[in-house]
């Protein structure tokens, strides 16, 4: 089982690829609601995704 930063990191990489969280947390390891607790609650995460939206829109 991974820990649970390297399921951030997978969980993150995938959703970044994918945009969808069911699989991404799937490939994760994780529950959806953890997966969505991430997304909503978690500045890392938030950081790294804004970071990159913003980069695919430049």
Do not use: H
Not at 23 to 38: C, D, H, N, P, Q
């Amino acid at each position: 089982m991974l820990k649970t930063a390297q399921q951030k990191a997978v969980f993150v990489a995938t959703y970044l690829d994918t945009g969808k969280v069911s699989v991404s947390a799937k490939k994760a390891g994780i529950r959806r609601e953890t997966a969505y607790s991430w997304l909503n609650n978690d500045p890392a995460i938030q950081g790294l995704i804004q970071e990159s939206q913003q980069a695919l829109y430049l």
